[in-house]
């Protein structure tokens, strides 16, 4: 029986953290971790950085690992040191490869059969990508992008340098390619989710989030969710587990958010990394009681459930959008392919990559979805016919302001955000298209959120600010005609500031989490569309009744909800016999397309 029922818990292992270990300080450390995690796995690296571990003290770790009832499985950080003296020149981030250099591949090779030798599965860690530009990598580049000849390299090295040569080592051997938490970037450094997911025998996931202010990452906390929900897609079944660390933890609850975050993503593996800057880390004691709450509330949930999220591979541009939009509280699910049999789906600029887009896109539409795109995705799709789905237009201007209204020329009046924010003026024209909430602006407004019907169906246009980090400053009002919109494929939405995020999973269970650096202090609203009894707090037992019913018309009940910083809580909903909507199962994608970088 493992320390969870709903996933393992598991520590990484550097070879520099094991290399001098005593079987008598093993020992002693492990007592911590079982006291304070529970360790159900660990991944034990032979090699990391030029340095191996000998085969006696690699053996000694195994065993004591396994006598403590412990599954030991291998790991291969791909880095090196100059090999020769010629390699000095060659710029490469943190040792990592040069894949083109014949004395690293052979490199490569060696430390990819000495931990097939000893482990039945091993994982990569995400040193794996290449940015190197040597003389090289130049002339095998030839007249592609880094983009394309990147990809190519690391698809080969992969199948050839790797998946061959562990399996001839070793036929029982499974490998799997752990893919970074910055995917915006992948395709820059060689990652290919879209093919390696073929390679290996399954992924990984990287769900880092740490300080998002100060750090060169630029990744939403909401990432730590949503990235692996999204290699769920690529590799369903496959995803192996979620992966984060301490680095940059600062408040030290961050470092259990992203614990909890990555929990409520369903994984089946949470690995926490490293052995050596965890052990005696006061950050790592209070993960088991988190994880042991989430757990427990886990077993009466289904899967995981959102508003689809269209990300093709290989694309670019209005990076993590969707994490700010989870974030203020819209539960999404990120997807490789074209959601076509969902009710609605949201679109970022990312999906112009996919070449067929608009006509998805108004087939979609005409036969009743509700489709949200962003600003940038309107802006980008002008010249690929959205003027057939849309009055809007976009001709430069910009509109700067912090002050908004929502909707109808009885407006209750204005409310106001904390910071100025500047948005793209859409235009449009009114009583063909019309606007949900507006910016002011002197004796001016100018849409942020604009609807337009199409066929059977609807598409709203979301003006997203140049500053995507004042999106939490947006007014309660604003945000609740926006969170309104996206209630479709999960007919529930919030009232009440940002930072808070909603979970959505079958068995009508819903999480709530605010965010530890968050403003939301007290009470947040969920609204249910359809007419329900009550909420149960699957924590306490407690059976809440609604603050508000409203039975006629579009039916949707109410519940004011009290939510600690860094706490999740979990509700099941009972609903009443004359229920209107129900959560479905997630959605099922179109047949894959051909992309290419």
């Given amino acids: 029986m493992g ?6 818990s598991v520590i990484y292992c550097t070879a520099q953290n094991m290399v001098n270990m005593s079987e008598e300080a093993l020992r002693e450390q492990l007592k911590f971790f079982q006291k304070y995690t529970g360790v159900d796995k660990v991944y034990l690296e032979p090699y990391r950085d030029g340095l191996m571990i000998p085969e006696a003290q690699l053996e000694m770790l195994i065993r004591v690992f396994r006598e403590n009832g412990i599954e030991v499985s291998g790991a291969l950080t791909t880095t090196c040191e100059d090999l020769s003296e010629a390699d000095a020149y060659k710029q490469r981030m943190g040792g990592t490869y040069c894949y083109s ?19 039945d599965e091993f994982i990569i860690d995400d040193w ?36 061959k040569k562990a399996k001839e080592a070793n036929p029982n051997c499974r490998v799997i390619v752990k893919f970074p938490n910055w995917s915006e970037s992948y395709q820059e450094a060689g990652y290919d989710p879209w093919r390696q997911r073929q390679l290996f025998d399954m992924i990984y996931t990287g769900t880092e989030t740490r300080d998002t202010a100060h750090s060169d990452q630029h990744l939403p906390k909401y990432c730590s969710w949503s990235l692996m929900r999204l290699m769920e897609h690529y590799a369903p079944g496959r995803n192996g587990g979620g992966w984060f660390d301490p680095y940059g933890c600062s408040p030290m609850e961050l470092y259990s958010e992203q614990a909890m975050l990555t929990a409520l993503s369903r994984p089946r593996e949470i690995c926490q990394f490293c052995w050596g800057s965890l052990y005696k880390n006061r950050v790592v004691t209070p993960v ?30 209005e990076d993590h959008l969707e994490d700010f939009l989870g974030m203020l509280g819209i539960p999404l699910e990120p997807v490789p392919e074209f959601p076509k049999d969902s009710k609605s789906v949201f679109l970022t600029v990312q999906a112009l990559k996919d070449p067929e887009i608009m006509e998805k896109l108004e087939a979609f539409l005409a036969a009743g979805g509700r489709a949200v795109v962003s600003s940038g995705f309107a802006v980008g799709a002008m010249d690929r016919g959205f003027g057939e789905l849309s009055s809007v237009r976009f001709r430069g201007r910009r509109f700067t302001t912090d002050e908004f209204i929502e909707d109808g020329m009885m407006a209750p009046g204005s409310v106001f955000s904390r910071h100025r924010m500047t948005f793209p003026l859409l235009e449009h ?26 066929g ?14 004042y999106l939490y400053d947006l007014p309660a009002e604003v945000l609740r005609v926006i969170r309104s919109v996206f209630a479709l494929d999960v007919p529930a939405y919030l009232e009440g500031p940002a930072q808070v995020s909603l979970f959505a999973y079958e068995k009508d269970v819903f999480a709530l989490y605010p965010y530890v650096s968050g403003l939301t202090r007290g009470r947040t609203t969920l ?27 579009d039916a949707s009940t109410a519940f004011s909800l009290f ?3 860094g706490e999740p809580s979990f509700y099941r909903v009972e609903w009443n016999e004359k229920r209107e909507g129900e959560p479905v199962k997630k959605s099922v994608a179109s047949a894959p397309h051909d992309f290419g970088v």
């Fill in 3 to 8: 320390c969870y029922r709903n996933f393992k």
């Fill in 101 to 119: 250099n014949a004395a690293m591949r052979d490199f490569l090779v060696k430390t990819v059969v000495y931990t097939a030798r000893h482990f």
């Fill in 128 to 163: 794996f990508f290449t940015t190197c530009t040597c003389d090289e990598c130049r002339a095998a580049k030839g007249d592609r992008s880094w983009e394309a000849f990147r990809t190519a390299l690391l698809a080969e090295v992969s199948e050839n340098l790797i998946l």
């Fill in 288 to 317: 088991g009681l988190q994880l042991e709450a989430i757990d427990r509330m886990l077993s009466e949930a289904g899967d995981c459930l959102g508003v689809p999220c269209y990300l093709p591979p290989y694309a670019q541009g």
């Fill in 429 to 454: 024209r009114t009583n063909v298209t019309w606007a949900l909430c507006k910016g002011v602006c002197g004796e001016e407004n100018y849409p942020l959120l604009l609807r337009d019907g199409y």
């Fill in 456 to 469: 059977r169906g609807q598409l709203y246009i979301l003006a997203v600010p140049d500053e995507y980090g």
């Fill in 527 to 553: 609204v249910l569309k359809g007419v329900a009894d009550a909420l149960v707090d699957l924590k306490t037992g407690m059976r809440m009744l609604p603050a508000r019913v409203s039975p006629f018309g």
């Fill in 563 to 565: 939510l600690q910083q």
